[in-house]
């Protein structure tokens, strides 16, 4: 890690002293267990600041090696490693996933009724990569139900997430997916964003063209020539010393143990890795993918992707913001002003979206209050890490980009 004055590369040392009183100041109010934000520009980390605790009924401190569940935050990584077969010519994006996935042909969309009775109409044509990418596949949550077909998802045992005490009952990736794919639609292909499992239908599609288990393709193409050591699947023994707790508000305003580091299901490998949500990471590793992502595909002299693949991920794929796709509200953002890549949300318009950005930044969080966004006009980078389920709970993402931006003096 190549560190600098912020002075150096056009921040402020006063202002970005800000964060870390506004870090105290969720901490101490006892609403969040501890924060981590780290934040690089032009290549190097000029801002590392921890504060709190990883166990609170511990009395561990939040370090710069505390091991989080990343949660959506597995997305990018998830995209990224399908993409890499996409430069090897593996499909086009357009191309039908029914090519290799013979089982989700003749899919039904559902047009009324509930998960035990309903009516449904032919798919007017089959999903492609580029809608699993974007969001705009027609499959649903299953985590939160709000629909019929997330309903359905619960029945059949396809959960969204990994969560403490919901393990996804389907033996392999590959049953999940056939699973996935007898169920109905909640929308026509390509018609509207819906948050969705379809990036752990990516990670089946990985399996396939990759021919190797898809948790070996993320280590082998992705986490160990990126030297991210401690980002995997599940907790090594020798690393769970550093492993958080997950939390939980109270409803007291304060919070709860919602998933113990001594007994989490993060311990031992998963049967099923989510490529949706099934990472822990460290904020050091974390930061390591992004600045291979501003690299253009690049850190270290280790290439994963192209600079125009790069370009093409981050890039508006929807036809307008994600509010005109039918989501003008996800989590705690506002998504007018925002649309969406191949795997990561994108800036299109600050004023819109009432939040300080840049066109063309990109960006995603996870469950657990975890963030991060790249921005690559302003060369800059921000990880922030914590453990607090679920993410909409409070507006510390927008939050931090206020004080972020704010340093900016250059």
Not at 170 to 180: F, G, I, K, N
Not at 296 to 306: E, F, I, N, T, Y
């Amino acid at each position: 890690m190549i560190t600098a004055k912020p002075e150096d590369v056009g921040l402020s040392s006063e202002r970005l002293s800000r964060i870390d009183a506004w870090m105290e100041r969720w901490v101490a109010s006892g609403r969040l267990p501890g924060l981590s934000v780290t934040i690089n520009r032009r290549g190097k980390t000029v801002y590392q600041r921890m504060t709190g605790h990883a166990n609170v009924e511990t009395g561990q401190k939040m370090a710069d090696d505390t091991i989080v569940r990343i949660y959506s935050m597995t997305k990018p990584l998830t995209s990224a490693a399908l993409m890499m077969l996409y430069e090897e010519g593996k499909f086009l994006l357009d191309d039908p996933i029914t090519r290799v996935l013979p089982s989700w042909r003749n899919q039904r969309v559902l047009v009324s009724g509930n998960a035990q009775k309903y009516d449904t109409v032919p798919a007017e044509r089959d999903i492609t990569y580029r809608d699993l990418l974007t969001h705009t596949s027609g499959l649903a949550f299953g985590f939160v139900v709000n629909h019929a077909v997330d309903q359905m998802y619960v029945n059949q045992g396809i959960d969204y997430i990994f969560l403490a005490g919901r393990p996804n009952p389907s033996p392999t990736l590959e049953d999940m997916t056939d699973r996935a794919g007898a169920l109905p639609l909640m929308a026509q292909p390509g018609k509207a964003w819906n948050y969705s499992i379809a990036t752990d239908i990516i990670g089946r599609l990985v399996e396939i063209h990759g021919g190797m288990k898809f948790e070996d393709f993320i280590a082998q193409r992705i986490t160990v020539p990126l030297g991210m050591h401690d980002t995997g699947f599940y907790v090594p023994e020798a690393s769970r010393g550093r492993f958080a707790a997950n939390y939980i508000p109270n409803g007291k305003g304060g919070m709860k143990l919602f998933d113990d580091p001594a007994t989490s299901q993060y311990l031992s490998p998963p049967p099923l890795p989510s490529g949706a949500g099934g990472l822990v990471s460290t904020a050091g590793d974390y930061m390591r993918f992004c600045q291979m992502m501003l690299n253009g595909g690049v850190l270290d002299g280790a290439r994963l992707l192209g600079r125009k693949t790069v370009e093409l991920m981050t890039m508006n794929h929807l036809g307008g913001d994600m509010a005109a796709m039918g989501k003008p509200r996800f989590s705690e953002a506002n998504y007018e002003g925002i649309g969406f890549g191949l795997g990561f949300s994108v800036m299109l318009d600050p004023a819109k979206a009432q939040v300080m950005g840049t066109p063309g930044e990109y960006a995603w969080g996870g469950a657990a209050s975890t963030a991060f966004w790249c921005d690559p006009k302003e060369a800059l980078a921000v990880v922030m890490l914590t453990q607090l389920l679920p993410s909409s709970t409070y507006p510390i993402r927008q939050e931090l980009r206020v004080l972020t931006y704010g340093a900016i003096v250059d």
